[in-house]
């Protein structure tokens, strides 16, 4: 019944790749300890590994919410979001990963993917500006990448030049 014990025995689990065994004592150390940061960032780490997100979810935004400049428990946090395909909230996280660590690639790269998702949605919406807004993030990460480039020029022109208004038909005498 002691959450430092249970929390070793946790990651000593972990560090050896035994991820399903590790969950046991740090959900009982996660009970005794609900406010410890680290034993939060370790079992969502531990479902993670696991590709059990729905169940990383909770553990990671507790974690977040305990240490919200602490990089590592973002961008698992991110990367949960984004596999259970909750694109605006993983965006949000991943952006302030990427903040706290820009020179983390598998961040970046996820950042970006998770700009285009939603660059594409808002095109889709005919929101334009918005999708601006989100393809420039993405031109910033890979700016090297023609298509986003073509794409943000191609937003440009529309905002320039928006479809033109239908006029109202003016109602036929009968």
């Known amino acids: 019944h002691d959450p430092d014990r249970l929390t070793t025995l946790g990651l000593l689990y972990g560090q050896h790749g035994r991820y399903e065994e590790a969950v046991k004592p740090l959900e009982e150390a996660c009970g005794l300890d609900p406010d410890s940061f680290e034993i939060n960032h370790d079992l969502g780490l531990s479902y993670f590994r696991l590709q059990r997100y729905r169940e990383a979810r909770r553990p990671l935004e507790k974690a977040v919410a305990l240490r919200p400049d602490f990089f590592g428990s973002n961008a698992l946090l991110g990367a949960t979001l984004?596999?259970?395909?909750?694109?605006?909230?993983?965006?949000?996280?991943?952006?302030?990963?990427?903040?706290?660590?820009?020179?983390?690639?598998?961040?970046?790269?996820?950042?970006?993917?998770?700009?285009?998702?939603?660059?594409?949605?808002e095109e889709t919406q005919k929101r334009y500006t918005s999708a601006l807004t989100y393809l420039r993030t993405a031109g910033r990460l890979q700016p090297q990448d023609q298509d986003v480039q073509a794409r943000i020029s191609e937003l440009l022109r529309h905002a320039s030049h928006p479809p033109a208004q239908k006029r109202p038909e003016k109602d036929t005498p009968q």
Request: proline share 2%.
């Open 82 to 121: 984004y596999m259970q395909g909750e694109d605006e909230a993983a965006y949000g996280v991943l952006d302030h990963a990427h903040a706290l660590n820009p020179e983390d690639r598998d961040t970046a790269d996820l950042l970006f993917k998770e700009a285009l998702i939603l660059a594409s949605k």
